[in-house]
């Protein structure tokens, strides 16, 4: 999982997007870099290991400063935390100038289309699939003879996938979408008063639209599925053309990785959250009220469902646990032992607090089934006397081949056990998950998303049904 950032014709563009990926850090934490239009015509990039905040200093705005930019911070998945994978990629081309492009998403047949370059003698930097987005459109520019926009069209009909790309080039900044739509972006205006001037107006992009407040931006509309959309100077933003397919927005998005305060794909996420514990409420008939039942969240991600529960429930939302928010990212470790000292790190339960207590305890999903498992027997160990663990998603069935990053099939806990069998390890007293039907009832337009995690019900599958080799975005 990635975020991106664009913004075209914004003085001092490097700052907003800087800003906007500071927004946007939970999209990812392992590296960041943008790419700037400069004054002399050069494109060009500044990308590190670290977090927003202390990659891009003022000596970098400095140095890379310009009215047009793009941004990336990259989600850690194990074993590439390399800054050569690390975007915007960029591309020198045979005319001189040089191609920047940075997308979230995912290739499925990375394989397929690295091998096709790489038979025409396309040398790669990375195993990055950003970077093979980049390069195939520079060969089909100048190996081809393809215009930019048909290059770009080409990627949405060979590439299978997920992109929400941005790409400098020249003068122009395009802003491009897989057919699909499955990861979110969206679009922006900022409009601005000099002294005495008329007002002047820039465009931006983000993954989400928790970003544009801060950089005193408004919300347009989201760039369609299959959209491409050119900007040039003293142009509108144009859309150059629309080739959708069936939406297949990731329901996962709304679920826990968009923050609550972003509207995406149509719908505001506190507001989906709020809904998925009401529904869940719904199933506890059998749990009485009473001044003994806490209703809790695991914090932050389902903060909101948990909200959603206790005010259907009629029952006091509880912050029973604390969390240490600079204890990073525990899940993506590639060892347990890591992962299990990184969830004590980072829950602390209340002193006093649990003591004859039964507790719902309230968790957007349960993928390996590490934090539960800590978490429950912290609670029970603090003196809760019934422990029932309800989650926000259903269970999750596979991997992710369009942006989120999961484990194998063989790793998840829903793969190697049943529900009862899953309530045992957990050492819970009840365990429900929503169901997909009624999660799919919560939103406007169910037909649009994609459920492949929870359902199987996959697009594209890489062919050995093992994610690829290349490092997503
Ligand atoms: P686990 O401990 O393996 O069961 O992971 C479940 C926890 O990790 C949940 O509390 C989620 O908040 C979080 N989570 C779920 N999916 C992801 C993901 N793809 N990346 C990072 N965190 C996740």
């Known amino acids: 999982m990635c975020g991106v950032a664009g913004i075209f014709g914004i003085e001092s563009a490097e700052r907003y997007v800087a800003e906007i990926l500071f927004a ?34 003022s000596e970098v705005f400095d140095r890379f400063t310009g009215v047009n930019a793009i941004g990336h911070v990259r989600y850690p998945t194990a074993g590439s935390s390399d800054i050569l994978n690390s975007q915007p990629h960029t591309v020198p081309l045979p005319d001189g100038s040089t191609l920047a492009f940075c997308a979230n998403g995912d290739v499925v047949n990375y394989a397929e289309w690295r091998e096709f370059l790489e038979k025409r003698k396309v040398a790669f930097t990375s195993n990055n699939d950003g970077e093979l987005i980049a390069r195939l459109i520079a060969y089909r520019m100048f190996a081809e003879g393809l215009a930019i926009e048909a290059a770009i069209e080409s990627i949405q009909r060979d590439i299978e996938g997920a ?22 972006f969206v679009m922006g205006h900022r409009t601005w008063q000099g002294v005495g001037e008329m007002p002047s107006q820039g465009t931006c992009f983000a993954s989400e639209t928790c970003a544009f407040g801060i950089i005193g931006a408004q919300f347009v509309r989201e760039v369609k599925p299959g959209e491409i959309i050119r900007l040039e100077p003293n142009r509108p933003a144009t859309t150059v053309a629309i080739n959708g397919a069936t939406p297949r927005h990731c329901i996962f998005e709304l679920i826990y990785f968009s923050r609550p305060d972003t509207l995406t794909f149509g719908e505001f996420v506190y507001r989906v959250r709020k809904k998925i514990g009401a529904t869940l409420a719904h199933y506890d008939h059998d749990i009485p009220s009473g ?64 003591e004859g ?45 369009y942006g989120i990053d999961t484990p194998t099939r063989e790793e998840l806990i829903a793969t190697r056990m049943s529900l009862q069998e899953t309530c045992v390890y957990l050492s819970a ?45």
């Open 24 to 57: 946007i850090q939970h999209r990812g934490q392992e590296s960041c870099g943008l790419s700037v239009k400069m004054a002399n015509g050069d494109i060009a990039t500044y990308k590190q290991m670290g977090l927003v905040k202390h990659v891009f200093t």
């Open 163 to 184: 992109f929400s790309a941005l790409l400098l080039y020249r003068d122009q900044l395009y802003a491009f979408r897989d057919p699909h739509g499955f990861r979110p």
């Open 291 to 354: 001044d003994d039942l806490a209703v809790m969240a695991v914090p932050d991600s389902s903060n909101f469902v948990a909200l959603g529960y206790a005010a259907e429930k009629e029952v006091p939302f509880e912050m029973g646990l604390i969390r240490n928010h600079y204890v990073g990212r525990t899940f993506i470790s590639p060892y347990q032992k890591k992962r299990d000292e990184g969830v004590k790190q980072k829950f602390n339960p209340l002193p006093a607090f649990f």
């Open 357 to 401: 207590k039964r507790v719902v305890l309230v968790d957007d999903s349960i993928v390996r089934g590490t934090t539960l498992r800590k978490i429950v027997r912290m609670i029970r160990g603090a003196g809760a006397k019934e422990i029932h663990v309800r989650i926000g998603s259903p269970r999750v069935i596979g991997p992710c081949f």
């Open 429 to 473: 007293d009840s365990l429900k998950h929503i169901e997909l039907d009624d999660l799919l009832r919560i939103v406007a337009r169910p037909g649009d998303f994609c459920t492949a995690c929870f359902s199987g019900d996959y697009l594209y599958v890489p062919p050995s049904f093992v994610k690829s080799n290349a490092p997503g975005c």
